[in-house]
Structure formats: C-alpha cells, structure tokens
C-alpha cells in the first residue's frame, strides 16, 4: 500500500517562503515521477511542478524562479521550496506518484495573506 504524506503547509505572509515535504511510506519513491499539484477554492487542480527519477525538473509558468522542486531519495521524499510566494499561490497542494499506477497524498493547506 503506497502511501503519500504532506507536510510543511501554513499561513505566510506575501513574499514568504515556505517548504512542503512529501514522504513515501510502501514504496520507493526514487522509481516515480513525482509532482506536486494545487487546487485553489472553485478551481480545478493545477500542475505545480513535477521531477522525473533522473532528477529532470518541469515548472508551471506561474511558479518559475520561484518554487522549486527537488527529491532526497535516501529519505524517500519529495520537497516543494516557494519563495516568493503571493496571495494567488493560496491553494490545498497535494503530492503525486506516477509509475504506470497514479498515487495522492491527502493535501497541506498553504494561505498567503497579510
């Protein structure tokens, strides 16, 4: 039984940061692409970033040069740094694991406001 769970959620200020974990219990996480996506009120959920085993990084067009997305694989998880971070980030940001099958993990709620 794969299981993804976040971390790292939070309310921030604009122009904060903050750091989301993903850690894999049930499998080893270095065999999957992994992503992070968010879902803000009435919206559909978006691709924030995504990392392939290689290490091959891809980012939406709206977190570039902000966010980053990287993996230790030694602790089997995944990490989203945002810098940056403004009011419109505000969203629920799940982990994903992609390997022939589709894994969730259950979702950190990030709020940017002052």
């Known amino acids: 039984q794969v299981q993804l769970v976040e971390s790292g959620g939070g309310l921030v200020q604009p122009g904060g940061s903050l750091r989301l974990s993903c850690a894999a219990s049930?499998?080893?996480?270095?065999?999957?692409?992994m992503g992070w996506y968010r879902q803000a009120p009435g919206k559909q959920r978006e691709l924030v970033a995504t990392?392939?085993?290689?290490?091959?990084?891809d980012y939406a067009d709206s977190v570039k040069g902000r966010f980053t997305i990287s993996r230790d694989n030694a602790k089997n998880t995944v990490y989203l740094q945002m810098n940056g971070l403004k009011p419109e980030d505000t969203a629920v940001y799940y982990c994903?694991?992609?390997?022939?099958?589709?894994?969730w993990g259950q979702g950190t709620q990030v709020t940017v406001s002052s």
């Open positions: 994903h694991a992609e390997r022939s099958l589709h894994f």
């Open positions: 049930g499998t080893i996480l270095s065999m999957y692409v």
């Open positions: 990392i392939t085993s290689g290490g091959r990084t």
